[in-house]
């Protein structure tokens, strides 16, 4: 069964970079598409990007455009979100999450497997 873990959330200064990455046990991790969300103290859980399996990515939150990049290495079954020019208004608790196909929505019920999430602190 596909499990995955989130890493690399931390705090962070406002401007600065952080990349996370979403690490999966399940060998047939290709065949997915990898969505990354987030969810805001007291906000529901948004998507922010999704990343199919070759690597096409699909920018969800429009605050994210141009800052945030979603990557993965199927050969090392690990996904990847390279966050920039951090605002405090990107703190939240990332989650990545696996679909049931090579398929990206912005729907959660469209990804059935999650992590645990990782929070991700921006503040000076």
């Known amino acids: 069964q596909l499990q995955l873990v989130e890493s690399g959330g931390r705090s962070v200064q406002p401007g600065g970079s952080l990349k996370l990455s979403c690490t999966a046990s399940?060998?047939?991790?290709?065949?997915?598409?990898i969505g990354w969300f987030r969810q805001a103290p007291g906000m529901e859980r948004e998507a922010v990007l999704c990343?199919?399996?070759?690597?096409?990515?699909?920018t969800y939150a429009d605050s994210t455009q141009g800052r945030f990049f979603g990557s993965r290495d199927n050969d090392k079954k690990m996904a990847y979100l390279e966050m920039t020019v951090l605002k405090s208004e990107d703190t939240a608790v990332y989650y990545c999450?696996?679909?049931?196909?090579?398929?990206?929505?912005?729907?959660?019920?469209?990804?059935?497997?999650w992590g645990p999430g990782t929070q991700v602190t921006v503040s000076s």
């Open positions: 999450a696996a679909s049931r196909h090579d398929y990206c929505s912005r729907g959660e019920f469209d990804f059935p497997t």
């Open positions: 399940e060998f047939t991790f290709g065949d997915y598409a």
């Open positions: 990343i199919r399996s070759l690597g096409g990515m699909h």
